[in-house]
């Protein structure tokens, strides 16, 4: 059966967004990318932002590959830190109890030479007392467990037995390595990877009840006692090949990386709530939350006396906006708002003008019409992209930048808080 149009909108639109956007700033702009350095980026590259999915009629900006008619270079933003993830926990917060005994354990396992039948398991117990999850131990349901027995079917009708060094129903299957220590890192990638295939291997042999009972973990693990971690998912619990979670440069987790919070989090989450870490499911909890706050703010304008379409556009400028700065293609403001950290232009603007509706009112603008130019803003007081087309044509209008209150502005600051990289475009066709 033929999908409905806006499905297929939406599922075009999570395609560009997988295979562009969440690509590093290098791959997008080219190997030898620089801050300052003349680019072109693709149309594809913002193109759902302001997709058709959320206002048909407004024209699709367009990056330029060149700045104004006066010949200023368009200028890529410092994009390395914003396609960073957005970390729950900074490594550079204040101590939290936890920190110290992270420490500990770093400490503790730190050059382990000792084989990996001796220091496996100990290593999973104290990891586990270190996020604060169960520790493994037998049961006659075999949900949680080391050596986890298994028997693998073979194409000729035999079969023969095997063990899951740690297994965890409904959540992962953990390989353990202790691999020796070598300057050669293809032969210690090479080994990991043949960890990660037996990993898969045993999550293939699950017996069908405990595929029942279960579903197939969507996580597997595999250490090397004292040095990595490596994180592959199959969130589709199919039987489809496991990726590198969240994707190939950040799957490895080195045992010092365990003293951040953010790192202990991820796996304790993969103990308690595996699905939780699912970014389909993560896109859809922030779509959904951002979509009321724009719905009321919505609301709210046209309360104010604003007719609908203005606020739609109003509202569509805003919401490439935030997009923008969250991938990248929006510097921040310069200097002068202090305690605004490495935070978004846009962001920064509400925040520093929240009080004073006329000049928010006046920067954005400001900031709208310099987008349009491309070139330095004033708004920003730094050089900006070109995007051309109609969205951020038309700065003479009276209704180019509304004035809003200070409940309205909170409303846009809370929407501008998410992280824009996973909020899904179908459901702004509501604006």
């Not at 295979?19 to 702009?29: G, M, S, V």
């Not at 050669?184 to 042999?205: I, K, N, P, W």
């Not at 909890?285 to 109003?314: D, F, I, K, N």
């Not at 309205?408 to 824009?420: E, F, M």
Request: aromatic content about 8%; glycine content about 6%.
């Amino acid at each position: 059966m033929q999908q409905p149009a806006n499905q297929r909108r939406f599922w075009a639109a999570r395609q560009i967004r997988h295979t562009a956007l969440a690509q590093r700033p290098r791959e997008i702009f080219g190997a030898n990318h620089r801050a300052d350095s003349r680019v072109k980026v693709s149309d594809r590259e913002i193109e759902f932002a302001v997709h058709a999915a959320i206002l048909p009629q407004i024209a699709m900006p367009k990056v330029s590959p060149r700045g104004s008619a006066r010949g200023r270079p368009t200028i890529a933003p410092n994009a390395a830190h914003a396609m960073t993830a957005h970390p729950s926990t900074s490594p550079s917060a204040a101590p939290q109890p936890d920190d110290a005994r992270a420490a500990d354990f770093i400490a503790r396992w730190s050059g382990v030479t000792a084989s990996e039948l001796s220091t496996a398991q100990s290593f999973v117990r104290e990891l586990c007392e270190l996020l604060g999850v169960p520790v493994p131990h037998p049961t006659p349901e075999l949900d949680y467990m080391f050596e986890r027995p298994i028997t693998f079917r073979h194409g000729d009708g035999s079969s023969s037995p095997g063990r899951i060094d740690c297994y965890r129903r409904g959540a992962f299957v953990l390989e353990a390595k202790k691999l020796r220590a070598s300057a050669d890192t293809r032969r210690f990638d090479d080994a990991l990877l043949r960890a990660r295939a037996q990993a898969e291997g045993y999550a293939r042999a699950l017996e069908p009840a405990e595929l029942a009972a279960g579903g197939r973990p969507p996580f597997l693990l595999v250490v090397d006692v004292g040095q990595v971690i490596e994180l592959y998912a199959e969130f589709t619990r199919s039987g489809a090949t496991y990726t590198p979670f969240p994707d190939p440069r950040s799957h490895r987790i080195a045992l010092a990386d365990l003293a951040r919070a953010d790192v202990r989090d991820t796996l304790r989450r993969i103990w308690l709530d595996p699905l939780g870490l699912d970014p389909a499911r993560a896109s859809a909890r922030v779509t959904r939350e951002v979509a009321a706050q724009l719905a009321e703010l919505a609301r709210s304008l046209e309360a104010s006396g604003h007719a609908p379409q203005r606020v739609a556009a109003y509202l569509t400028r805003c919401l490439f906006s935030m997009f923008a700065e969250d991938v990248g293609l929006l510097p921040g403001a310069g200097e002068g708002a202090q305690g605004q950290g490495d935070q978004g232009g846009f962001v920064t603007l509400l925040k520093r003008h929240r009080d004073d509706p006329v000049t928010l009112q006046r920067m954005l603008a400001a900031l709208w019409a310099d987008m349009d130019r491309g070139g330095f803003s004033v708004a920003l007081a730094q050089t900006v992209l070109r995007f051309n087309g109609k969205l951020f044509k038309g700065a003479a209008d009276d209704a180019y930048s509304l004035s809003l209150n200070r409940a309205q502005v909170d409303l846009l600051l809370a929407a501008a808080r998410a992280n824009w990289r996973e909020v899904e475009p179908a459901i702004f066709g509501a604006l």
